[in-house]
């Protein structure tokens, strides 16, 4: 079938057109997705300055070489690998390097905390490697610790009151409470039998 050169040219910049506007673009697609100058890179730091209930978290971020706007940076952590929380984030710009630190709070003391920084930019997304640590633990976040065990186990420093923590405690305070009631009984008992032969010695010396 013959076609007309004005046809086909009209055809070919149509179809053209088209698959710029659908993202399909030849130098578009090796942009985004064949040039590593435009990766940036992200290399988590271990943290610094841990105490009981924060923390300061490091990493180095890059900008990539053909990377005109700079990226942006984060950090991702939580008390698993998981990483449900997030930081603040930041623009690196147009630096080539970039130390970002980020300081966390509120922690849980002894507590293990994972941390992870991020790096994006229009065309990429690069994660660091997972690190993680552990927050400090003082003699005050010891003696808040709610014990464990088979004692009774109470924390009336913290809650207020003096209750069993276990089953054990339980019981052991049960015995007590009938310990108390048997000598609560027995004392009652003593005090009512003298009392009773203080009157009869009484009656007696007013017949005399």
């Given at each position: 079938m013959?076609?007309?050169?004005?046809?086909?040219?009209?055809?070919?910049?149509?179809?053209?057109?088209?698959?710029?506007?659908l993202g399909f673009s030849p130098t578009l697609s090796s942009a985004a997705n064949g040039n590593d100058s435009l990766v940036p890179g992200a290399t988590t730091n271990p943290a610094t300055s841990i105490s009981n209930r924060s923390a300061q978290l490091n990493g180095l971020v890059t900008n990539g070489a053909a990377d005109a706007?700079?990226?942006?940076?984060?950090?991702?952590?939580?008390?698993?690998?998981?990483?449900?929380?997030?930081?603040?984030?930041?623009?690196?710009?147009?630096?080539?390097?970039f130390r970002h630190t980020d300081s966390i709070t509120d922690l849980i003391p002894g507590m293990t905390y994972y941390f992870r920084v991020?790096?994006?930019?229009?065309?990429y997304r690069t994660t660091g490697d997972i690190l993680s640590f552990t927050t400090n633990i003082t003699s005050a976040d010891a003696i808040n610790i709610q014990p464990t065990g088979t004692g009774l186990g109470a924390n009336a420093i913290?809650?207020?009151?003096?209750?069993?923590?276990s089953i054990m405690g339980w019981v052991i305070l049960m015995?007590?409470?009938?310990i108390l009631v048997v000598l609560t009984k027995?004392?009652?008992?003593?005090?009512?039998t003298n009392n009773i032969v203080h009157i009869d010695e009484h009656h007696e010396e007013a017949h005399h």
């Open positions: 013959f076609i007309k050169r004005d046809t086909f040219i009209n055809i070919f910049l149509t179809a053209t057109f088209g698959l710029i506007l706007y700079g990226a942006n940076t984060w950090f991702e952590w939580g008390t698993s690998p998981n990483l449900v929380f997030k930081t603040g984030t930041l623009s690196v710009r147009t630096l080539t390097a991020v790096a994006e930019n229009s065309f913290d809650s207020g009151t003096f209750l069993p923590t015995i007590l409470f009938l027995h004392v009652y008992r003593n005090t009512k």
